[in-house]
């Protein structure tokens, strides 16, 4: 069971739209999950939500529509289709890129996304390029390393600090987690990270109402 503030496990399917024109309503808040094709955007949704909402397949470039999930009316849940699959058109490569980024930059309810990353080829060219379209639209970022249990914490862990350290150059909001939708690695750490961008930071009861004093010596 996660140990979040919103139940992810009563999201429902809204709708597939051919392209970012017909999405619902830029209203509300979402949060997009993106990354290439087979990198487990699917699998990730699915497994926050306890649901096999999302179709995910051996065969990479199966999402084709963008997904569209509402946990209620504010809040809705994005499968993007994945980039960089080799047996696509150059033609149909070039309109998601465009669209993508058309997206990222002017998608108003945009308020988080998670870009999946295999942990044993991280930020590739075009990961690179869609973490730079939101670092520019100030979008915070979740990197989730996915198929983390293929491999040895050790050499997880070693992964997961590099990515860390590649992006920290960039000097802006990037949280990177290992995380296996197969084994649960870093699910409780999504869960948290979207609590956040849908409702805001976690107060503590006990610290609700008191002033932050750290700076104010
Ligand atoms: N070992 C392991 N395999 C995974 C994991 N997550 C996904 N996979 C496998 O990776 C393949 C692709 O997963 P999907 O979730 O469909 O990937 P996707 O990013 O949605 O792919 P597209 O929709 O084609 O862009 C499937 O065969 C999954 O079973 C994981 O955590 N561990
Ligand atoms: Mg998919």
Known sequence: MLKSRIKYHTASFITSAPDISK???????EVAFAGRSNAGKSSAL???TDQKLARTSKTPGRTQLINTFELDEEKRLI???GYGFAKVPIEMKKKWQRSLGEYLQKRKSLKGLVVLMDIRHPLKDLDMDLI?????S???ILALLTKADKLKQGKRKAEVLQVRKA???LDADITVHAFSSLKGIGLNELAWK???WYLGPFVKPDEQGEEHTENNE
Request: charged share 25%; glycine share 4%.
């Open 194 to 196: 979207l609590d956040d």
């Open 79 to 81: 499968d993007l289709p």
């Open 132 to 136: 730079h379209w939101a670092v520019d």
């Open 23 to 29: 999405l619902p309503a830029d209203a509300g808040i």
């Open 167 to 169: 992006l920290a150059d």
């Open 46 to 48: 699915n497994a926050l």
């Open 138 to 140: 100030e979008i915070p």
